[in-house]
């Protein structure tokens, strides 16, 4: 079971957040939160990835407000500013971890899906980034600059980030010459959420889990 921590930001301001630690050796992992806000799901991902093998923070990018319906977390993802989110928060998540030298990677849920694309284009301390169904708009983050290694997890009966938002993904990153690696599942947006028993799928979520943790070890050595 992982404990709630403070870190610092580049600007020097601190951020709380949920540390699952899985020892000095192991690589670093920042997760990011679905638009519910680090909830009680979100700290069990955590605690699951460290005992994968990764020392895991989840920053608190909500400031302690968690939603309960989807108008309200639809209120807090608008009202959040994913640019200081990512140059802040994110970064500042990674260079914690970071200290000591360990590899570090992101890796992110819906809205954390968006701002693992994000994180993987602005913060220079990544080495990998796993995103799971999100994709965050031009103007914060083109997929095209990404300079790490990326996997995708994207859901085919997903009306918010869609199969041809995913397709486009693919098509901006392999017209840079870049080669990420996505997957696709016959399941809903979501899927990997075992707290939202209307979409998770086991099955799809059990070899996303297998898929992530085997490309992080590939990638943070």
Known sequence: MGAMI???RPDGQSTAAYFADAG???????????WWGLNEHIRSVADRFAQAGFSTLAPDLYRGRLASSGEEANHLMTGLDFADATHQDLRGAAQHL????RAVGVLGFCM????????AVHVPELAAAVCFYGIPPLELADPARIRVPLQGHFAQLDDWCTPAAAADLAQRMQGAGLQP?????AADHAFFNNARPEVFDA???????ERSTAFLRQHLR
């Open 6 to 8: 403070e870190f610092k």
């Open 24 to 34: 000095a050796a192991a690589p670093g992992l920042v997760l990011i939160q679905e």
């Open 98 to 101: 970071h200290q000591g030298g």
């Open 112 to 119: 954390g899906g968006a701002l693992t694309i994000s994180a």
């Open 181 to 185: 690696e996505l997957h696709h599942y």
């Open 203 to 209: 099955a799809a979520a059990a070899l996303a889990f």
